[in-house]
């Protein structure tokens, strides 16, 4: 089993919830940083935008993610997890 995880328990949080968004467009990349920023992970589903907005979604929002001190994951081909800082991600083989 894999964790990325802060060592300290202060910086913990309690996550109640996931977001789960489906981006139209780049104006939409606004509301997934107002729900970092508030400490919601998001997983982005890529699948109804073209590749060019795609990959300019993609460098905002790791800048932002590594503003906000947290984690990009991953999960598909146009699929990925975006965690703030605090939000333990645990692999399960």
């Given at each position: 089993?894999?964790?990325?995880?802060?060592?300290?328990?202060?910086?913990?949080?309690?996550?109640?919830?996931?977001?789960?968004?489906?981006?139209?467009?780049?104006?939409?990349?606004?509301?997934?940083?107002?729900?970092?920023?508030?400490g919601?992970?998001?997983?982005?589903?890529?699948?109804?935008?073209?590749e060019k907005?795609?990959?300019?979604?993609?460098?905002?929002?790791?800048?932002?993610?590594?503003?906000?001190?947290?984690?990009?994951?991953?999960?598909?081909?146009?699929?990925?997890?975006?965690?703030?800082?605090?939000?333990?991600?645990i692999?399960?083989?």
């Amino acid at each position: 089993m894999k964790k990325f995880k802060k060592e300290s328990a202060e910086n913990k949080i309690s996550v109640k919830n996931v977001y789960v968004f489906y981006p139209l467009n780049f104006d939409d990349v606004q509301y997934s940083i107002d729900a970092l920023m508030d400490g919601t992970p998001l997983i982005i589903s890529f699948s109804k935008v073209d590749e060019k907005n795609t990959q300019r979604f993609l460098d905002f929002l790791s800048g932002a993610i590594y503003a906000l001190k947290g984690r990009v994951l991953q999960l598909g081909q146009r699929d990925f997890l975006f965690s703030p800082d605090g939000v333990e991600v645990i692999f399960d083989n």
